[in-house]
């Protein structure tokens, strides 16, 4: 089947440390990979993307690189700002997933000053 | 340009009543896709529209729930006899093709049923 797991939450970290968050999946076929974020109070936003193996997404100094070896998706950031709290999402789709996409539970972010 | 919309974006109804949600998707998107969001069961997928294909209804909870897609535009969702496990944020999004599988969600509509 179709899934993916996220690390538990919530995530405190104080402004500028290292961020990882893990995410790993299990899918058929050669699905693309995202990281959603959510904002309080506010809707879904795509932050980045991977569509094969060995790809890296990166976007506002995120980066999560496609590893198939490892079925996994880990999203970093080497610096948080507390404006980076919210809720991030991994998530897969493809054409073996009928391009649903299927989400991981979500992880939330706090970052103190 | 104008992202995904939806309406409205709180609504607070009686069990028993039927409510209807609308989407309008980013301009020139042909895919339309309707997620649920809950505390207990995060995020499911409800339904897809693709272009004029029959759209995949395999997510939806329920008879109580159904969806059209007018004019390949604007998206409708339906939930009739609402119970309290329906109360939720219910979540369109819309891609520019379904192959694309990078999809552009809108701010959401929270149900309350009480």
């Known amino acids: 089947g179709n899934s993916v797991t996220q690390m538990e939450g919530p995530v405190t970290l104080s402004e500028e440390a290292f961020l990882t968050i893990n995410c790993t999946y299990t899918a058929t076929g050669y699905p693309s990979l995202f990281w959603y974020v959510q904002y309080p109070g506010e809707g879904l936003q795509l932050l980045l993307k991977a569509t094969k193996a060995d790809d890296k997404g990166s976007n506002k100094g995120f980066e999560a690189t496609y590893r198939k070896e490892t079925t996994s998706f880990h999203l970093e950031k080497g610096s948080v700002q507390v404006s980076d709290s919210a809720v991030y999402f991994c998530a897969l789709s493809g054409y073996n997933q009928g391009g649903k996409l299927i989400f991981g539970q979500g992880t939330e972010l706090s970052v103190k000053p | 340009g104008a992202g995904v919309s939806q309406s409205p974006s709180n609504k607070v109804t009686e069990k028993g009543k039927d409510v209807e949600l609308r989407c309008d998707p980013i301009?020139?998107?042909?895919?339309l896709y309707w997620y649920r969001q809950s505390l207990g069961q995060g995020l499911e997928f409800l339904i897809y529209?693709?272009?004029?294909?029959?759209?995949?209804k395999s997510g939806l909870p329920s008879d109580r729930f159904s969806a059209e897609r007018t004019g390949g535009s604007v998206s409708t969702l339906t939930i009739q006899r609402t119970q309290q496990e329906d109360s939720a944020v219910y979540l369109c999004?819309?891609?520019?093709?379904?192959?694309?599988?990078?999809?552009?969600f809108g701010p959401g509509t929270r149900l309350t049923v009480t």
């Open positions: 529209f693709q272009g004029n294909s029959a759209p995949d």
């Open positions: 999004a819309s891609s520019l093709e379904h192959s694309s599988y990078e999809q552009y």
């Open positions: 301009s020139g998107h042909t895919a």
